[in-house]
């Protein structure tokens, strides 16, 4: 008996030290760390939850704002223009008196003439250009990435010559003899500026006006019966708002470009992000409540981040053209389709956008006496924001590197519109009579009102209490530019 309690106690006492052993060993077994970081392996209180799904709507429309506003740019420009002037292949306005502060589109260029149209592959199918010589243009897809220059850096070299724009899906014959190029959207910007003669005294548009309008644009496959005249409207002097949405329009377009374009225009990784919010090809675009409000947060927030992005700069100064200078490079070093040595610069690209329009590889790319180059600053020689209340000077020195002409304009920092003053044309160039100094340099002055014995055309007027932007143009930019022996001086605060 004894003998049996005796095995009875040591069984008891082996099952309850393997009963603390496994119990101990569940007390230690590690937990996976994704069970410790979010609420012990539960799920969250459906409140939070919400309020997480929210926040995720929220940035993910935040990203397609960002990343959609080259096409929301372009568009907003088609749509102004066509209000005023209809559409059509054949219609393509002129601003034959140059363009000025009344026409609201981002850093417009006063100083030559500008022909914009916007074309529609999808409904004409492809079509012939013929561009003018001498012509400093390109042709862009609605994302505004380069199809083709048009020009000295373009395939016509400066000759003109006859375009023709592919549709997407085109899978026709092409015929010889013709610069051809598919666009990877049906619609297509044509952006021509055609440069002014030297007047007296000042700049003479007639003959720009003159090669502007001897563009053709027809359908490749029309007879010459069934193609309609050209149209050229003058656009100058009139108000024109061509700028893109800043509210809820912004989505409901963005949701008839993507329903109008092919599927292969978008990336799939952008699709995706774009159907999270609810944009989806061929389906209804049915925000709730909730996501309307979510939506119009986003569109009054993404352009303060762009624009803050803008004002601090980047920590690795890529963005700077010179080492002991405040003037900017728009591209930051990179190519015209915004890549980096080893990414796409989607934050770069987004400030460009917010501020201006076209781009093209005449404008990046190191072609003596042939590309364009631009410039810009928004700060003064001591590194303070330019400001409409006060008094600037501006010395170029002398001989600029331009085998075609330079050109200096103010610009507002938000959206690159020109400052709305009495002034109207807020730029002066090379075309004037600008009084040189002893040393040949030449000074334009900044305030809002013009210092006394400074030329009218050595003046741009500004806005008191508002910042303001000053950019440099060189047209045709030699040798001196690209090896930095020839620098623009700082903007200098006037006392």
Do not use: C
């Not at 730029?427 to 305030?447: A, V």
């Amino acid at each position: 008996m004894a003998s049996m309690q005796r095995t009875f106690a040591v069984s008891a006492l082996a099952a309850a030290l393997a009963f603390v052993s496994v119990g101990h060993a569940a007390d230690e077994a590690p937990a996976s760390p994704l069970i410790k970081q979010i609420n012990n392996g539960n799920w969250l209180d459906p409140k939070e939850a919400e309020s997480l799904r929210d926040e995720l709507y929220y940035q993910r429309a935040i990203h397609a704002y960002m990343t959609m506003l080259p096409a929301l740019n372009v568009i907003g420009m088609r749509d102004g223009s066509e209000r005023a002037f209809g559409a059509g292949y054949n219609v393509l306005p002129i601003w034959k008196q140059r363009m000025d502060s009344r026409t609201m589109v981002p850093t417009p260029n006063a100083d030559v003439i500008y022909s914009m149209s916007y074309l529609d592959l999808k409904k004409t199918g492809p079509l012939v250009v013929k561009a003018p010589p001498n012509v400093i243009g390109m042709f862009t897809d609605f994302f505004q990435r380069t199809i083709t220059d048009v020009g000295a850096i373009g395939p016509d070299r400066a000759q003109g010559g006859l375009y023709l724009l592919l549709p997407p899906d085109y899978n026709g014959p092409v015929p010889p003899s013709y610069f051809a190029f598919k666009s990877s959207t049906y619609n297509v910007f044509l952006f021509f500026r055609t440069v002014m003669a030297k007047g007296e005294g000042k700049p003479d548009p007639a003959p720009a006006v003159k090669a502007a309008e001897s563009t053709r644009v027809y359908p490749l496959w029309a007879t010459e019966k069934d193609a309609k005249p050209m149209e050229f409207p003058d656009a100058s002097g009139q108000p024109l708002n061509m700028m893109y949405p800043t509210d809820n329009e912004y989505w409901t377009k963005l949701k008839m470009f993507v329903d109008y374009e092919p599927v292969e225009a978008i990336d799939p990784e952008l699709r995706g992000v774009l159907a999270s919010i609810g944009i989806i090809k061929g389906q209804p675009f049915q925000p709730t409540d909730r996501q309307q409000e979510l939506l119009e947060k986003a569109v009054e927030t993404a352009p303060k981040m762009i624009l803050a992005n803008r004002q601090l700069g980047r920590e690795d100064g890529r963005n700077l053209y010179y080492t002991d200078r405040q003037y900017e490079n728009t591209w930051a070093g990179g190519t015209a389709e915004w890549m980096q040595d080893s990414y796409l610069d989607v934050n770069q690209r987004a400030n460009f956008f917010q501020f201006a329009y076209s781009l093209a590889p005449a404008m990046v790319m190191h072609t003596t006496g042939a590309g364009s180059k631009y410039p810009f600053t928004g700060r003064d020689a001591e590194g303070n924001f330019l400001e409409g209340s006060h008094t600037y000077k501006l010395r170029l020195p002398p001989n600029a590197p331009a085998a075609l002409f330079w050109a200096v304009t103010a610009y507002n920092i938000t959206d690159g519109t020109m400052p709305e003053t009495k002034q109207l044309l807020p730029s002066t160039n090379g075309y004037y009579d600008i009084p040189k100094q002893s040393d040949g340099s030449i000074e334009i002055w900044f305030g809002p009102e013009k210092p006394t014995d400074v030329a009218d055309a050595a003046f741009i007027q500004t806005i008191p209490g508002r910042n303001f932007l000053v950019a440099l143009r060189l047209y045709g930019a030699e040798d001196a530019f690209y090896d930095q022996t020839w620098k623009p001086d700082d903007v200098v605060k006037v006392k």
